[in-house]
Structures are given as C-alpha cells and as structure tokens.
C-alpha cells in the first residue's frame, strides 16, 4: 500500500525510563483533540515491557537492535530485537500499516535543551532538520553512522524512509517533568508546523543550516580496573554546546588534577553527563559546528513522501 | 571495646545509583587531607554490589533490610539483607570495630535542594539536626517511624545509636554533577564543624528548632490497572518546601482536569517526583511545619556518645 506513505509515526519510551514522551502520548489519548497534525499520525510507544518495568531496556538498548543483521535474525531471542521486528513489521516502509516519516522522543539528563539529531547524512533527514531549525531554532547534532561499530548502529529511525531524534533535557530519568513536557511538546508544534508548510507548499529550505557533526565521544579518565576517577571540570559552568578549546579544563581528577583538553580543534560538547552512557563508557560527545547547505534533494524527497 | 562509639561513619551510595556521596569518598581516598574531621571517621560504600551495577539495589533497598527481624534471619539469602548485616557487624554498636554515628548520604530527584532526615525522634537524633539546622541552615525533615508498616521501616540509620539521612537534590540518578557535590561536601562540613563544637564545648543548642513532620506520602492517580494517570500540576512554580492550601492544584490528570489538594490543613510538600518512589507508590510526601525545642537530653546524650 504505497499511498499510505505520507504519514506519521510518533515514539516515545524507546527507552522505558524517559518518561516524557509517553505522558504526552497518553495525554494525547485522553484528550485526541490536543494533537492537530497534518497528516495521518499514528503514536506508539517504542518498548513497552521497558516502559512497564520503568528501565532503559531490558536486554539490549532498543535504539541499538535496528540493524539488518539482528532484524533478519528470526532466532535472535532478545527481547528489544523481537519488539524491533514488531515495529518494522507493523510500521516500516514494508509493513502492514506503513508510515514514510518517525520522530523518535528522548530526554538526557545532560542540560542539553531540546534539539534534533539525525542518524547519518540521509538528504530527507537534514531537509527535515534544517526546517526544524529554522521554525523552532533548536540545534541539529549530526550523528555519524560507523558501520564498522555496530554497537553504535541499528537506530530506530533509520529504518524509516525518513527519521529524525528528538533529545530533550536535562531531566532525571524514571520521572515527568512538566518543564520537559513543554519543551517537548513545543518542539513537537514545530514539527508539525513544518510538515503543514511542507504539505501546503509553504516549506521554504533556508540557503544554509548549522550542523554539529559528531567527533568523537570520550570516555572517562579510568584506573586499570575500569572504575571511573574523573568528573566533568567544575570550571565550566556550562557543558553542552559550548565551545571547548584545546588547553580547556576537561576532566578534575579524584587526585584533584586537572586534565585538559587535548584536541587539536576547538569542540562542541554534547551529551555531557547522560547517565545511561556510563555503561557505554561515554563520558561526552564532541562535535565540530559547521554551515552547510541543506541537500536540495532533501526536500524534494520529503515532499514526495508526504504526499505518496 | 566501648571506648571506641565516638566514631563517626560516612556510608556513601547505600542506594547504587546515587553516585554523589561515593564520588566525595573515592576523592577522599585519593587526597586524604580533604578530609579533616575532629574526631575518628570511617567511610564506606552503603551497596558496593548495586553501586557497581548503577542500580539503587540489587534485590531489595538495602535502607530498608534493617529491621531486627531481617538482620536476625541468618537464612534470609536477600543480597541487601547480608550486606546491611555485615554493615552492623563491622560498625554497628556491638560490632568489631564500632561506630556511635553515622551519615548515611543520599541524593533525590526531587528539587529539594540539601536537607536533613531524621528517622523518627530519638532526642540525640534531633539534637545533631538541629546543630546542623543553625549551622547549615538546611531543613529538616522527621521522618515518623510506623512500626505497623515493616516496609517502610528497616532504615540503615536506625542500627546506630545517633544517624542522620542526608538527602541532596536535584540530580538524576546515576550521573555526578558537581553542584550535588558541592551542595553535599558543604553539608558535611557543617557536620564536621558542629562535631568540633561539640568536642571543644562550644556548641549550644538553639532555643528552638523548625522541623518538617511526616504527615502521609500520596501516590500518583492511577486507573483501574494501575497505570499512573496525573503529573504533578504545572501551576506551581516550586513544589518541596513551599506551602500547599487546601483548594491548591495538586495533579493535572491526563484528561486535562486538575485534582485539588483535600487535605485539611496546609502542608509542605518533600520529595516531590522522586524518581525511585514511582516503584513505592509515592508521588510526593506531605509535612507540618512545626516549631519544637529539642529535647534537652538530646545533646547529652551526644557530648556523652562523642566522648565513650
């Protein structure tokens, strides 16, 4: 079925213990008059058994097990793979009830505010971040796909034709936070005031949009036996966004040294404190910020999925 | 060996996923003369096991397996529960090496800023929150002990004959965020510097002292099946320690409604969207304001324990 393209998939509580997209989809529920989009919306929450059990995921990181391989797998037995599979099979570009467009909502506890990541250089991803930009004015954080790690792969949106990551903070996890509830839903607004244009023929694609291209991410400073001795400088009384010089304070030892920062570019922190990446072992991630122009493919490509 | 209960014991992560307190200890460990306390302390990681995985605990909250029946079932094969009794048996009173205080060091969601608990109303428990009250100028919280409910009760604290809870927030779980430590080493001096003056002579208990009584926690509105239905309403700026009427809006509900407070008197919210307490059943706890004169015995008691 085709034609059924041109619609939307909202996402909450891929991971179960980010709380604040779920409570919007409940209310939504509840109330189906506070969500007005453009186009056919369908909200699902991305790991329910997660979400019940108020955990990040039970097995594996759901946001990890969209990969080919593990989807292909019929064996595989890990339960986020399983439910990958039940998503793609229900609402992936192939399913029963596809859907060309996803917005996958998180939060960090990094005071990163809200902003927008795209998973790889995809033309229909930017067009869509550059219009996010531009109307709600939130950072775009360009992550780079390395399929040579894939640990870092199998990303929820990347199985859709198109996809972007909401990130808002900072907020602890397991709880509803009415602040992130606003920022999220007004980020939400945009996006659907962006889908409106685009349907409209309204959407105008600004001549250039910044990006903070993903770096590197950094692990803390550790001790043989793995255990952490370092955190976040205490000089910086901001983190996220900031521009880090090479020679800045980066890490203050459990010694109570200093380690600097010992890039050989100035970088863009983000993602600085996210508790669920202790066990990833990021400590933060850098960016580089950078202009581009934003694809005009991109947004031919969006259009013509809005409409197919 | 009696002679030895004026020792102060510092428990940092008693819940795993509270990373403050341990993150002060292991910087203590590695600069020794950050720590100068008047008299002899001991420091030592609450859940070392629940600390290592990040977890609050493994199969139960350790800072509830301190009743007298758990500590005394040597068959009980509960994780926490062998770890709280190997915790009294090396520093409780009658233990090999044992301590008259302890601190035991947690953080919370909640925006509640740096406060002090008591576990019930033991005079020499009040007395040292109430030097720490005029020190610090934190508030305090008395927790009211209901020997009716044991789940509520078994509070690490309570083994010792003088214990305080600190409780620092907001912070999310997992994460070390320098302000929490800030907060929390500034707290522990003022614990040092009251025990000084009660070694030297000099500490005199004020006349008065204000202190928060546990009245009742409330849970979240749920549905049928138990789902949590209602946020904590977004009409109220702050919510811990500000005064809440009768009448006041309390939850928004996901249908868009407000639920009033009912109560009928005015009361001070604590730990209001805490995250570990969605488990519990406890959006927020309600408090009276009151204004007692600690007890007089409560600091004799205390010069007595500082002195054995």
């Known amino acids: 079925m085709d034609h059924q393209h041109g619609r939307l998939l909202l996402v909450g509580g891929t991971h179960g213990n980010e709380r604040t997209a779920p409570w919007i989809l409940q209310c939504w529920k509840a109330q189906p008059a506070l969500l007005t989009s453009p186009l056919p919306t369908t909200t699902c929450i991305g790991n329910p058994e997660a979400y019940g059990a108020n955990r990040r995921y039970i097995d594996r990181d759901l946001n990890r097990c969209f990969t080919e391989a593990?989807?292909?797998?019929?064996?595989?037995?890990?339960?986020?793979?399983?439910?990958?599979?039940?998503?793609?099979?229900?609402?992936?570009?192939?399913?029963?009830?596809?859907?060309?467009?996803?917005?996958?909502?998180?939060?960090?506890?990094?005071?990163?505010?809200?902003?927008?990541?795209?998973?790889?250089?995809?033309?229909?991803?930017?067009?869509?971040?550059?219009?996010?930009?531009?109307?709600?004015g939130m950072p775009v954080y360009l992550f780079q796909i390395n399929e040579d790690q894939p640990e870092e792969c199998g990303f929820l949106v990347r199985r859709w034709p198109c996809g972007l990551v909401l990130e808002v903070g900072p907020v602890a996890q397991g709880i509803v936070d009415v602040r992130t509830v606003r920022k999220t839903t007004a980020c939400l607004d945009g996006l659907l005031d962006v889908l409106r244009d685009c349907l409209t023929g309204k959407a105008r694609m600004p001549e250039t949009m910044v990006i903070h291209r993903h770096l590197a991410s950094l692990d803390w400073p550790r001790d043989r036996d793995g255990r952490r001795i370092a955190c976040l400088h205490p000089d910086r009384p901001r983190w996220d966004w900031t521009l880090l010089y090479p020679g800045d304070p980066l890490f203050l030892m459990e010694t109570g040294e200093t380690v600097a920062y010992q890039g050989e570019e100035p970088v863009w922190p983000v993602f600085c404190n996210e508790a669920s990446y202790e066990e990833k072992g990021i400590a933060l991630s850098l960016t580089r910020r950078e202009t581009m122009t934003p694809p005009a493919a991109g947004l031919e490509a969006l259009l013509a999925l809005l409409r197919s």
């Not at 019929?74 to 793609?88: G, K, N, P, Q, W």
């Not at 859907?99 to 869509?128: F, I, Q, Y």
């Open 70 to 136: 593990l989807l292909r797998d019929r064996s595989c037995t890990i339960r986020e793979v399983i439910r990958a599979r039940e998503l793609v099979d229900a609402y992936g570009p192939g399913g029963n009830d596809p859907h060309g467009l996803v917005l996958d909502m998180h939060t960090t506890t990094a005071a990163m505010g809200s902003s927008v990541v795209t998973c790889g250089e995809r033309p229909v991803d930017l067009a869509l971040a550059a219009l996010m930009h531009q109307a709600v």
